[in-house]
């Protein structure tokens, strides 16, 4: 079997989300949704997973890459956006999800739900939209 190695995922970006990382900011980037949810509601497991996390950053970058396919939309962008400008729907604009795009802006991120469902999936939508773009 091939392993996948794709760059898809920045140790940078890890660092620059784990400054956040005690409300599961880089857990949630590095595809981790459920561990990154119980970064956010026990502040990082009492700030010491958040510490732990700053050594195991390296490794889950590298599973991200092995995980996760690269493609024509980057998922540091993805992030950036959904981090910043979830709320208006930009990173749904990037990612050519007009309609939901257009419903995030008008609805706050559908009334912030919408904004933690995209925490726990924006890694798997840019997946699907570059695994399509493979495909064409």
Do not use: C
Request: proline letters at 2%; aromatic letters at 20%.
């Amino acid at each position: 079997m091939l392993e996948r190695t794709d760059d898809t995922h920045s140790t940078f970006m890890g660092y620059l989300l784990w400054i956040f990382g005690f409300l599961g900011a880089h857990r949630f980037y590095f595809g981790k949704p459920v561990t990154g949810t119980l970064w956010f509601l026990t502040l990082g497991l009492l700030f010491i997973g958040w510490i732990i996390d700053l050594f195991l950053i390296p490794s889950m970058n590298r599973q991200a890459d092995r995980r996760f396919v690269g493609g024509p939309k980057g998922y540091n962008l993805s992030w950036i956006l959904l981090t910043f400008l979830g709320l208006f729907g930009v990173h749904r604009f990037y990612l050519g999800k007009w309609v939901t795009g257009l419903l995030w802006l008008l609805t706050g991120g559908l009334f912030l739900v919408g904004y933690l469902y995209d925490y726990w999936t924006l890694n798997e939508q840019i997946d699907a939209v570059n695994t399509h773009a493979d495909r064409d």
